[in-house]
């Protein structure tokens, strides 16, 4: 059985940081494309950021770009999301997602999703 479990989430201050750790267990974690989405009430999910199991630099969606931080622990089996300069618009349910698509962007590349963790951020 694959898991995927957020944690971190929160209410917050305009301006102010939280950290979203997912932590991953029933699979090879080093070897899967690890994503974080998000979904507002109402609104379609959407891509926020990905890593790849090879490392490198994180992707993101432009908004957060500058703001947001995607890294591995691949010892741990964990995937974080650093979140900086937080928005209202960043209010919404953030979900992890693993994966071998390439298209690391897009929903259909995962096939492990979490349940979710509530980012909440005041004006």
């Known amino acids: 059985q694959v898991q995927l479990v957020e944690s971190g989430g929160g209410l917050v201050q305009a301006g102010g940081s939280l950290r979203l750790s997912c932590a991953a267990s029933?699979?090879?974690?080093?070897?899967?494309?690890m994503g974080w989405f998000r979904q507002a009430p109402g609104k379609e999910r959407a891509f926020v950021a990905a890593?790849?199991?090879?490392?490198?630099?994180?992707t993101y969606e432009d908004s957060v770009k500058g703001r947001f931080s995607i890294s591995r622990d691949t010892a741990k089996n964990t995937v974080y999301l650093q979140m900086n300069s937080l928005k209202p618009e960043d209010t919404a349910v953030y979900y992890c997602?693993?994966?071998?698509?390439?298209?690391?962007?897009?929903?259909?590349?995962?096939?492990?999703w979490g349940q979710g963790t509530q980012v909440t951020v005041s004006s």
């Open positions: 997602a693993a994966g071998i698509g390439g298209a690391v962007t897009r929903m259909y590349a995962y096939t492990s």
């Open positions: 029933g699979y090879m974690f080093s070897s899967y494309n």
């Open positions: 890593i790849r199991w090879s490392g490198g630099s994180g």
